[in-house]
């Protein structure tokens, strides 16, 4: 071992030489590489000037001047490179990783000839070992002045590949940068976290604002969702170069952030409004119903059946598509609103003809099963729901068919009834439908009192009508209300009448009944020339037709007077007889109308194919007397509702008592706001309410 | 295939090893294995201008002993007296 001591000064110059050396070395100049004879001897001076013994213990110096070396070296080869002004970014980052794996082996080399510092003094003193100073070094002087610019550079990039300008971007450099920013965290994460992440997430969630707020004028929904998560496929895979694993759910939170969830309101209203401009698809169809309709008013089925179709579509297109969200429900509902309120070739897709094709459904024999009839009902109720604002008008058109249907169809069951009823009791509220199921049950109970009645006819021969005789019992509040002819029935009829009203009274002493005769059926068997034909013809009809039994000819006074019938309801059914398909009788004159002065006598020479022969009555256009009707029923829903109203609030502004007028009636019509005012109007002047002394505006309830 | 290094004294003595073995001094360690490598890691020849023959010998025995050690053989490493010191020392300088 040697025993001379080592100046310091004569020490350090040795040490100089080497360093120079190794400066170089790792330059990459050539010829300096630093052989295993100067190692030892570089090492062993270290060695021998820590351990000498004090005044000669240069540890500390040593030490100091390893850091001196280290700043030195640094600010002369690393920072003149890097403040230089790059005009590509490439330039920057190429330099900047050059110059810290070249520091990196300098600090390596050094330390390792220093090394005898760090295993005592530096653990004794707690001071930084040589390589962290090596490290704290290069960051304080390079790394803190450079890094904005550096990951500005390092953004920059990911913006042009972003772009799609994927030409020459250097995934491998940018992975390196990454490594630099982690390595001089020194074991842990923060610099990494909070120099490079950091910056990385804001200049990505920036770069996707942008985008993102200029795609939102541009694309329609679809595209703007689907091209947003190509974006977050994309940046997944390609943040894995510039940025770590750790990165990843925060970026992808903050892309989505930037995409949807800043936008989600304006997105939701691009979806309102598109499909709004679906909805305003929905006008080439309203036309081409427009010209189908007109064609043949007979294809008002057709036609409400391709909107139901269409409506189905576009509901599987909500639910599915976009997620079932109630908002689109709503603007599905008022485009068809929308759409059906504009009168279809003059009579509106309205509640009538939503009826009539309830009705067309159920009469129709041409569906398989009664499960697929129900269906078909289901889906016409369902888009009830959806457009219609007069719910009780369709409820009055389907009362007035389904009556039809049950009085004229004596052997059908039901069942089938009873289930559409409850489809839409489902649909709209046992309100609705309980005059309907009051109907149903009305038939079933009558063919009971049928049958007893029959009982009772044979069991009492006293009580016997002498023809064959039906009876069907209605409920009359139930029942849509039906024109009563008064008519002098022929005498077999009477007295079938009479039995029947002795049979009933026994069972209900206190009821009355009322006979409705333009509903009953006769089958008259009528002698004609070539053959008997059998007439299905209704009572007035059937009566007219007795008449000829004893007479020939009769003129229409006679008729008239014999039958006790208004001049109207003897015209009409005189001109079903004479004027209509099958002319029972001769009119003389032989025109198209009926006149006080006509002549009637019995067609002999009437003849069919068919051995019996239906002679309708010719319909009445019903419709106005509905419409009528359910106009009435909804003045008095209005004023309930509005004394209900101020029952309860006592006190009520004008605004206030129409909204809530309107919200308690909405299930079943939309009042009309002129009206509702009508009805304010006429329950003041019946003292239901008051105006209020000072505010014209404000109601009182009247006790 | 073990490499070998060479470890010469003072005097100029060579001894040769196997890198195993010289690899427990930290000091030989650090000189062979880094990167880019110092002249040596090629060569594989150190010279310790200031450890004498003897030491150096002793030295090298205790490399291998080491490293039985390590391997479970629990024997002894017998050191004569007036070579401590001087052994100390080098072993501090050789960090090993």
């Not at chain 1, 700043?71 to 080869?77: A, F, R, V």
């Not at chain 1, 079943?668 to 105006?691: H, Q």
Request: net charge neutral; aromatic share 10%; glycine share 4%.
């Amino acid at each position: 071992m040697m025993a001379r001591t080592i100046d310091f000064a004569q020490g350090w110059r040795i040490m100089q030489i080497g360093i120079t050396k190794l400066e170089k070395h790792v330059e990459g100049l050539p010829g300096n590489s630093i052989n295993s004879e100067q190692y030892i001897k570089l090492y062993t001076t270290v060695y021998v000037m820590c351990t000498q013994k004090p005044p000669h213990d240069h540890t500390e110096k040593l030490y100091n001047k390893y850091c001196e070396v280290l700043e030195e070296y640094t600010k002369s080869t690393a920072l003149p490179s890097l403040r230089k002004t790059y005009d590509d970014e490439y330039m920057l980052l190429r330099v900047l990783l050059e110059r810290w794996s070249i520091h990196k082996k300098m600090v390596r080399r050094l330390s390792r000839i220093f090394h005898y510092l760090d295993r005592y003094f530096v653990y004794r003193n707690s001071l930084l070992s040589l390589e962290e100073v090596g490290l704290a070094c290069f960051v304080d002087m390079v790394y803190n002045t450079l890094q904005r610019r550096v990951r500005e550079a390092v953004i920059a990039i990911v913006d042009k590949e972003r772009e799609g300008d994927d030409t020459d971007i250097d995934r491998a450099l940018l992975e390196n940068i990454k490594d630099i920013y982690v390595e001089i965290g020194m074991g842990n994460m923060k610099r990494y976290e909070q120099d490079l992440e950091s910056f990385m997430l804001e200049g990505t969630a920036s770069y996707y604002s942008r985008k993102a707020s200029r795609w939102i004028q541009e694309y329609s929904y679809f595209d703007y969702i689907r091209k947003s998560e190509e974006c977050v496929k994309k940046e997944k895979k390609r943040m894995s170069h510039y940025l770590y694993a750790s990165s990843e759910p925060e970026l992808v939170k903050k892309v989505e952030h930037e995409l949807f969830v800043v936008y989600a309101n304006k997105l939701l209203e691009k979806k309102h409004s598109e499909f709004r401009e679906i909805a305003g698809g929905l006008e080439p169809i309203t036309n081409m119903f427009k010209q189908h309709v007109e064609d043949t008013d007979g294809q008002d089925t057709a036609a409400i059946r391709k909107v139901i179709e269409v409506h189905d579509k576009y509901i599987v297109y909500v639910t599915k598509c976009l997620e079932n969200q109630t908002i689109f429900h709503k603007s599905l509902k008022e485009a068809f609103k929308f759409f059906c309120s504009k009168a279809v070739s003059g009579s509106s897709l309205s509640a009538e003809s939503l009826a009539t094709i309830c009705d067309r459904i159920i009469i129709l024999k041409k569906w398989a099963s009664e499960e697929l009839s129900d269906e078909a009902i289901e889906k016409v109720v369902k888009f009830l729901a959806y457009i219609s604002d007069d719910k009780d008008l369709f409820a009055e058109f389907y009362k007035k068919k389904l009556a039809r249907r049950l009085l004229l169809n004596r052997d059908a069951s039901y069942d089938h009834e009873r289930r559409i009823i409850t489809k839409l009791k489902q649909q709209f509220g046992g309100n609705f439908t309980y005059k309907m199921e009051g109907m149903v049950t009305d038939l079933t109970l009558s063919r009971q009192y049928q049958n007893s009645f029959d009982e009772y006819v044979a069991s009492n021969p006293a009580a016997k009508p002498g023809i064959d005789f039906n009876v069907t019992l209605l409920t009359t509040s139930v029942w849509p209300s039906y024109k009563t002819f008064d008519v002098n029935l022929p005498s077999e009829m009477v007295k079938c009448v009479e039995i029947f009203k002795v049979f009933y009274e026994a069972k209900h002493k206190r009821r009355k009944l009322t006979w409705l005769h333009s509903l009953d059926t006769c089958h008259i068997n009528g002698k004609f020339d070539q053959k008997p034909i059998d007439l299905i013809v209704s009572t007035h009809q059937a009566a007219v037709l007795l008449l000829f039994n004893t007479r020939d000819q009769l003129n229409y006074t006679d008729i008239q007077t014999q039958l006790n019938l208004s001049h109207e309801d003897l015209v009409w059914v005189l001109h079903s007889l004479s004027c209509a398909k099958y002319k029972i009788l001769i009119k003389e004159p032989a025109t198209e109308t009926v006149s006080k002065n006509d002549v009637f006598e019995v067609n002999s020479k009437f003849t069919s194919r068919m051995g019996r022969v239906k002679i309708p009555l010719s319909h009445v256009d019903e419709r106005k007397k509905v419409v009528e009707y359910v106009n009435n029923d909804r003045r008095y829903a209005i004023e309930a509702s509005i004394v209900r109203i101020m029952k309860g609030k006592k006190v009520l502004g004008h605004e206030q008592l129409v909204s809530q007028c309107v919200k308690q009636l909405s299930g079943m019509f939309k009042p009309d706001v002129k009206a509702i005012k009508t009805r304010i109007e006429e329950l003041i002047a019946r003292d239901y309410l008051e105006r209020d002394k000072m505010n014209p505006n404000m109601f009182r309830y009247l006790a | 295939m073990r490499e070998t290094v060479k470890l010469i004294s003072m005097e100029g003595f060579e001894f040769v090893i196997d890198r195993e073995a010289a690899m427990v001094s930290q000091t030989i360690r650090s000189m062979l294995t880094s990167p880019g490598g110092f002249s040596e890691s090629k060569e594989g020849v150190v010279t310790f201008p200031d450890i004498s023959t003897t030491i150096l010998e002793k030295i090298c025995q205790y490399f291998y002993w080491s490293i039985q050690y390590s391997r479970g053989k629990e024997t002894e490493f017998h050191i004569e007296p007036e070579l401590t010191l001087e052994l100390m020392m080098a072993a501090n300088y050789l960090h090993t």
